[in-house]
């Protein structure tokens, strides 16, 4: 193992503060609730995007709004890296508590200023620009609820069942994907097209911005992690938490570009299927509204199930071990679920296919957590978690929406998806290996 693996193990350093903890759950259900709340504000406007392409962002034909709209869903993860920056390493100064607080509150603005938004044809083209300024506060803030969560979530649990409760945390994007996905459903099956276009869009935003109090006051409740406690109580540790993305970009920098690397190709599978897949069944595949956001809830309800399930055998078999088995399969079906989705283009198939694709993301991202948090020290940890997800979610995944949308209208292949996913779950799968051996283990491990 190389020295530079070995000096940050963060187990051996900081696993029995953890470990000496018996009941996480209030915790973890804290911090659960705040972080689905957060990803259901996140996800709605993707499954929203024709419409208020169509409101915000008018152009002389449907596909330039539809790209406009989407490469705005894109625009929020640009600015993600900064969130991680900020919001990371405010978790390893102040703690994870202080970090997931500010979080939320962020975000509850920048949804605030979408359900409230005026239109293009009422006020111009200040209207994009509001629609703009608010991705932007809700990517700042997702940047950094990755990291104080994951870290908040393993740094409660025992040291044996990191990879089960830090899953929650992608089990809990599930249940964001089933609440964004089930408010559309309803919505688009309630309403006229004429009455979705009008307000009730707004409708959906607005549920997010309501319940966002209610996940405020949640995590204002919880303790600080015993970790956390531990290093802010040491003055040595103290000193060097004052710049921990130095630590990061200088001292971890290997570990992160292949934590990158990691997280790349789950990213973009995830965001194929899970957020850009309603829009693709309404367009491509030309499966009614209603029917494609279903699609979408089965989706997130696998995943929210299935999550904590990988975990546990990460636990058990080695994340490594879970994880190259979850790439290789992702990278094998990609190919062969699209084909299925465009030969039967029907909403049965739509819903096998989505059935299949919760848990290939499930298989991926309920080990990659706690498989992160096992690779940064306490000290770097939400810095370390937060940057290497959230790099690897704006290049691979946020732009995924706009990048397939334009390989379809260039080669004019549906299929083009598929391709995408195949190539980012060959860049997860070199990278796993690489980390692997760096860290002494095998895929096998």
Same mark, same amino acid.
């Given at each position: 193992?190389?020295?530079?693996?070995?000096?940050?193990?963060?187990?051996?350093?900081?696993?029995?503060?953890?470990?000496?903890?018996?009941?996480?759950?209030?915790?973890?259900?804290?911090?659960?609730?705040?972080?689905?709340?957060?990803?259901?504000?996140?996800?709605?406007?993707?499954?929203?995007?024709?419409?208020? !392409?169509?409101?915000? $962002?008018?152009?002389?034909?449907?596909?330039?709004?539809?790209?406009?709209?989407? !490469?705005? $869903?894109?625009?929020?993860?640009?600015?993600?890296?900064?969130?991680?920056?900020?919001?990371?390493?405010?978790?390893?100064?102040?703690?994870?508590?202080?970090?997931?607080?500010?979080?939320?509150?962020?975000?509850?603005?920048?949804?605030?200023?979408?359900? $409230?938004?005026?239109?293009?044809?009422?006020?111009?083209?200040?209207?994009?620009?509001?629609?703009?300024?608010?991705?932007?506060?809700?990517?700042?803030?997702?940047?950094?609820?990755?990291?104080?969560?994951?870290?908040?979530?393993?740094?409660?649990?025992?040291?044996?069942?990191? @990879?089960?409760?830090?899953?929650?945390?992608?089990?809990?994007?599930?249940?964001?994907?089933?609440?964004?996905?089930?408010?559309?459903? /309803?919505?688009?099956?309630?309403?006229?097209?004429?009455?979705?276009?009008?307000?009730?869009?707004?409708?959906?935003?607005?549920?997010?911005?309501?319940? @966002?109090?209610?996940?405020?006051?949640?995590?204002?409740?919880?303790?600080?992690?015993?970790?956390?406690?531990?290093?802010?109580?040491?003055?040595?540790?103290?000193?060097?938490?004052?710049?921990?993305?130095?630590?990061? /970009?200088?001292?971890?920098?290997?570990?992160? /570009?292949?934590?990158?690397?990691?997280?790349?190709?789950?990213?973009?599978?995830?965001?194929?299927?899970?957020?850009?897949?309603?829009?693709?069944?309404?367009?491509?595949?030309?499966?009614?509204?209603?029917?494609? $956001?279903?699609?979408?809830?089965?989706? +997130?309800?696998?995943?929210?199930?299935?999550?904590?399930?990988?975990?546990?055998?990460?636990?058990?078999?080695?994340?490594?071990?879970?994880?190259?088995?979850?790439?290789?399969?992702? +990278?094998?079906?990609?190919?062969?679920?699209?084909?299925?989705?465009?030969?039967?283009?029907?909403?049965?198939?739509?819903?096998?296919?989505?059935?299949?694709?919760?848990?290939?993301?499930?298989?991926?991202?309920?080990?990659?957590?706690?498989?992160?948090?096992?690779?940064?020290?306490?000290?770097?940890? +939400?810095?370390?978690?937060?940057?290497?997800?959230?790099?690897?979610?704006?290049?691979?995944?946020?732009?995924?929406?706009?990048?397939?949308?334009?390989?379809?209208?260039?080669?004019?292949?549906?299929?083009?998806?598929?391709?995408?996913?195949?190539?980012?779950?060959?860049?997860? /799968?070199?990278?796993?290996?690489?980390? !692997?051996?760096?860290?002494?283990?095998?895929?096998?491990?």
């Amino acid at each position: 193992m190389s020295a530079e693996f070995e000096s940050s193990s963060p187990l051996s350093a900081t696993a029995s503060p953890a470990a000496k903890r018996k009941n996480p759950w209030k915790e973890i259900c804290a911090a659960s609730i705040g972080n689905a709340l957060e990803f259901y504000d996140l996800l709605i406007y993707g499954y929203f995007a024709v419409v208020i !392409g169509k409101l915000f $962002f008018p152009a002389q034909d449907e596909t330039t709004s539809l790209l406009l709209s989407v !490469g705005t $869903f894109g625009i929020s993860f640009v600015i993600r890296p900064l969130g991680a920056i900020v919001l990371g390493s405010y978790a390893d100064r102040a703690g994870r508590k202080a970090s997931l607080t500010a979080s939320i509150l962020i975000m509850m603005v920048g949804t605030a200023m979408i359900a $409230f938004a005026p239109t293009y044809a009422q006020i111009g083209i200040a209207s994009p620009l509001i629609i703009i300024v608010a991705r932007l506060l809700q990517g700042f803030s997702t940047g950094g609820e990755f990291g104080a969560a994951t870290a908040f979530m393993v740094e409660h649990a025992d040291a044996k069942r990191r @990879g089960f409760f830090a899953s929650w945390q992608l089990s809990t994007q599930g249940l964001a994907t089933v609440l964004a996905a089930g408010v559309s459903a /309803l919505l688009s099956y309630n309403l006229t097209d004429a009455q979705l276009n009008d307000w009730g869009w707004r409708v959906a935003f607005c549920f997010g911005l309501l319940v @966002g109090p209610v996940g405020l006051y949640i995590r204002s409740q919880i303790d600080e992690t015993p970790e956390f406690k531990k290093i802010a109580a040491d003055a040595a540790v103290a000193k060097a938490e004052k710049s921990p993305l130095m630590l990061v /970009l200088v001292r971890d920098r290997v570990k992160l /570009l292949l934590a990158i690397g990691v997280v790349a190709g789950a990213t973009a599978f995830n965001y194929v299927h899970k957020l850009y897949m309603p829009t693709y069944a309404l367009k491509q595949l030309h499966i009614p509204a209603t029917s494609s $956001f279903i699609g979408a809830l089965i989706t +997130g309800l696998v995943l929210m199930l299935t999550a904590p399930v990988f975990g546990t055998l990460s636990d058990r078999y080695g994340r490594f071990r879970v994880l190259t088995i979850a790439m290789l399969s992702i +990278g094998l079906t990609s190919y062969p679920l699209f084909m299925l989705l465009n030969t039967w283009p029907t909403v049965t198939t739509l819903i096998a296919v989505q059935g299949i694709v919760g848990v290939l993301i499930a298989a991926c991202l309920g080990p990659i957590p706690a498989m992160l948090s096992d690779i940064f020290p306490t000290q770097t940890r +939400g810095t370390g978690l937060a940057l290497s997800y959230n790099f690897s979610v704006t290049l691979f995944g946020g732009f995924s929406p706009l990048i397939v949308t334009w390989m379809i209208a260039a080669t004019e292949n549906k299929m083009a998806p598929s391709f995408y996913v195949m190539a980012t779950a060959l860049i997860s /799968l070199v990278a796993v290996i690489v980390l !692997g051996r760096r860290m002494g283990r095998n895929p096998a491990q």
